[in-house]
């Protein structure tokens, strides 16, 4: 079994910060692409980041320059520093990994449950 367990979500003003933490856990053989995506009320879900092992990202255009992707391999996790919020960044946060399981040849996509980011104008 694995599992993506977010945190860090929450209520913030324009302009500030926030810091989204994903930590993978259970029978993980390794990982490849991890990354952050979220889904705006009412709107289709959307890249907002990803990540792959060596350390190479991919941003969207929208949070270029106010986000910043980052991963510890070692335990599994993946980070999203949110500066510069903006109220059209309000949305829930998904936290995906492409993971190989132990005994298993080929990589799935896992998901987290989400945590909500709320900005206030």
């Known amino acids: 079994q694995v599992q993506l367990v977010e945190s860090g979500g929450g209520l913030v003003q324009a302009g500030g910060s926030l810091r989204l933490s994903c930590a993978a856990s259970?029978?993980?053989?390794?990982?490849?692409?991890m990354g952050w995506y979220r889904q705006p009320p009412g709107k289709l879900r959307e890249l907002v980041a990803a990540i792959t092992s060596g350390g190479s990202t991919n941003y969207a255009g929208s949070v270029k320059g106010r986000f910043t992707i980052s991963r510890d391999n070692a335990k599994n996790t993946v980070y999203l520093q949110m500066n510069s919020l903006k109220p059209e960044d309000t949305a829930v946060y998904y936290c995906h990994a492409e993971i190989r399981r132990r005994f298993v040849w080929e990589y799935t996509d896992y998901w987290g449950r989400g945590t909500q980011v709320t900005v206030s104008s």
């Open positions: 259970g029978s993980i053989s390794s990982i490849n692409t």
